[in-house]
């Protein structure tokens, strides 16, 4: 049996890549609305299997009447329940907020822990959740955020040849400057949003289609 070829690319092509990811998105960030940690805490625990845009809808009257961790751990299940209803798993993703919120009042004075150790210890927060925080909030590159067009687009691109978000991470931090991990999620994800898509890429639009070795340009 034949093996498969390799779409992997050369680090001078990756610079070359980063270059245009720079050029055409510049100002790439977080699609979930926030104004604060705690917030964006919050909605990345929400959106997890859900879309950005459905979280968006539900987070802004979510914050209004629990604006803070102390203001949540207080909140009653049935009606933290009903205000995230229209997301997926929302029965679990009530009690983890509720849950988490309390821990972050006993632990931490109701602030937002900064370590990637501390935020997974929290109920409903997982690797990727921290990222988020800690890279969008706090600025601090703990690691790579991979989600389905984190790992679709750097496939794609050859930056990796990996599967599954682990994987894919550990092959990202390998490859990619640290100084570079967190704006780098937000443009592949943007790309992978707008241009690479999972179904119809346009490649004859996509100003990376010269260097990319899965581009069909027809």
């Known amino acids: 049996m034949a093996r ?25 960030e977080c699609a979930l609305h926030h104004r604060n940690a705690f ?15 459905l979280v968006n809808e539900v987070t802004p009257a979510l914050f209004a009447k629990y604006p803070d ?18 997301v997926s798993f929302w029965r679990t993703k009530a009690r983890h907020l509720i849950a988490l919120a309390g821990q972050l009042c006993e632990r931490y004075d109701a602030e ?10 929290l109920p409903g927060v997982a ?3 921290a990222n988020v925080v800690l890279g969008t909030a706090f600025g601090i590159p703990s690691g790579f ?9 750097a496939n794609r691109l050859g930056f990796v040849e990996a599967e599954g978000a682990v994987k894919v991470e550990r092959a990202l931090v390998e490859r990619i400057p640290k100084k570079r991990w967190i ?8 790309h992978g949003r707008q241009t690479c898509r999972a179904l119809r890429p346009k490649c004859e639009e996509c100003a990376l289609a010269p260097d990319c070795p899965s581009a069909e340009l027809g």
Do not use: F, Y
């Open 4 to 28: 498969r070829r390799s779409k992997l690319v050369d680090d001078e092509t990756v610079r070359r890549q980063l270059r245009r990811l720079n050029r055409i998105l510049p100002d790439a």
């Open 39 to 53: 917030e964006l805490l919050v909605a990345t625990v929400l959106s997890a299997q859900c879309t950005d845009k």
């Open 69 to 86: 961790a102390r203001a949540l751990a207080a909140a009653e299940l049935a009606d933290v329940e009903t205000m995230v209803r229209r």
């Open 112 to 121: 937002v822990p900064r370590t990637m150790e501390e935020l997974v210890a």
């Open 127 to 129: 690797r990727k959740t």
């Open 145 to 153: 955020v991979v989600d389905t067009h984190v790992e679709r687009v």
């Open 183 to 190: 704006l780098l999620a937000h443009q592949l994800i943007l």
